[in-house]
């Protein structure tokens, strides 16, 4: 269920509607204020629109990055389910010429 939350970003209070709990949210305000934060004080010159516009390419890039990676995982998984279900064939395969040889184990 979706609750609204107040959270400080950059001296600006905003209403965020999340579904997500209160911790969760407030965890996220405070890694966006933090960072935003770390840019406005060792850049003199950098506004609180351009650290948030910096946070903004930063943190989508981070999430690109991660699809990507999780693209390729799924891949990987994919490949060796494949793989797994030709050795069960296989292993189904060995197990029924053994018994029709008459071993067993």
């Known amino acids: 269920m979706k609750e609204k939350f107040y959270v400080d970003i950059g001296g ?8 997500e709990g209160k911790e969760y949210v407030d965890y996220i ?3 966006v204020n933090d960072k935003m934060n770390a840019m406005t004080s060792s850049q003199r010159n950098c506004s609180l629109v351009e650290a948030a516009i910096f946070c903004a390419m930063d943190f989508y890039s981070t999430l690109d990055n991660n699809d990507k990676k999780i693209k390729n995982l799924e891949a990987q998984v994919a490949l ?12 189904e395969e060995l197990l029924a010429k053994l018994r029709n040889n008459g071993k067993q184990f």
């Open 80 to 91: 060796y389910q494949v793989n797994v279900n030709r050795l069960k064939r296989e292993n």
């Open 29 to 31: 305000a405070k890694t």
């Open 12 to 19: 600006i209070r905003l209403g965020i509607v999340s579904e």
